[in-house]
């Protein structure tokens, strides 16, 4: 099993990243908003879930471990494969499908491509109670930090050096960064961290 795997991003799109690293190129299957989130950025981790088949080994990559964790919690339920549960994340950010769930609007997950009425329910039914608690945790532990576009790369910097999306947001946020480079502000917000 792996945790994560960094390295050089080779090639991105459509539902996959390639990833160098020590000369191998990992073929992760990704969702589309990890390769947005990722976008411009050419050294990236990606964490990573191994599926292993009577037909194969694929690679499951995510721009987090809070999308990992979500990934997880989808594929437990019964009907759902890895390949829809990274359909579903394609679909929709993690904290409004934990918000959707917690809320039970099985109509917001009605809306996501390849996911059917009776899905959507299932979803919200299996994993409302599971979410309602880690959802309320993260809520209370880091709050909803609003972070400048213009910072993304230093969100993204600190998310490759281990952070959460979430924990680097809260670090940046602390800091002023009119003025400074991508580089100053990651610098910052380790110092200060």
């Given at each position: 099993?792996?945790?994560?795997?960094?390295?050089?991003?080779?090639?991105?799109?459509?539902?996959?990243?390639?990833?160098?690293?020590?000369?191998?190129?990992?073929?992760?299957?990704?969702?589309?908003?990890?390769?947005?989130?990722?976008?411009?950025?050419?050294?990236?981790?990606?964490?990573?879930?191994?599926?292993?088949?009577?037909?194969?080994?694929?690679?499951?990559?995510?721009?987090?471990?809070?999308?990992?964790?979500?990934?997880?919690?989808?594929?437990?339920?019964?009907?759902?494969?890895?390949?829809?549960?990274?359909?579903?994340?394609?679909?929709?950010?993690?904290?409004?499908?934990?918000?959707?769930?917690?809320?039970?609007?099985?109509?917001?997950?009605?809306?996501?491509?390849?996911?059917?009425?009776?899905?959507?329910?299932?979803?919200?039914?299996?994993?409302?109670?599971?979410?309602?608690?880690?959802?309320?945790?993260?809520?209370?532990?880091?709050?909803?930090?609003?972070?400048?576009?213009s910072n993304d790369d230093a969100v993204m910097a600190l998310m490759t050096l281990g952070f959460t999306r979430k924990e680097a947001e809260a670090k940046i946020a602390r800091i002023d960064t009119s003025g400074l480079s991508v580089e100053?502000?990651?610098?910052?917000?380790?110092?200060?961290?």
């Amino acid at each position: 099993m792996y945790d994560y795997i960094k390295g050089k991003k080779v090639k991105a799109g459509n539902g996959v990243i390639v990833l160098e690293n020590a000369g191998i190129g990992y073929v992760f299957n990704v969702s589309d908003e990890c390769i947005k989130r990722l976008d411009g950025l050419e050294n990236i981790c990606l964490y990573a879930y191994l599926s292993v088949k009577e037909d194969g080994v694929t690679l499951f990559g995510f721009y987090g471990e809070e999308e990992r964790a979500m990934f997880m919690k989808l594929i437990s339920i019964s009907g759902i494969g890895p390949k829809v549960a990274v359909a579903i994340l394609s679909g929709i950010t993690v904290d409004k499908l934990a918000s959707s769930i917690v809320s039970e609007n099985a109509k917001e997950l009605n809306k996501i491509k390849g996911v059917g009425k009776k899905t959507a329910e299932r979803i919200v039914l299996e994993l409302k109670d599971q979410i309602g608690k880690d959802f309320k945790q993260e809520e209370s532990t880091v709050s909803d930090v609003q972070v400048d576009e213009s910072n993304d790369d230093a969100v993204m910097a600190l998310m490759t050096l281990g952070f959460t999306r979430k924990e680097a947001e809260a670090k940046i946020a602390r800091i002023d960064t009119s003025g400074l480079s991508v580089e100053e502000v990651v610098f910052s917000a380790l110092k200060n961290a």
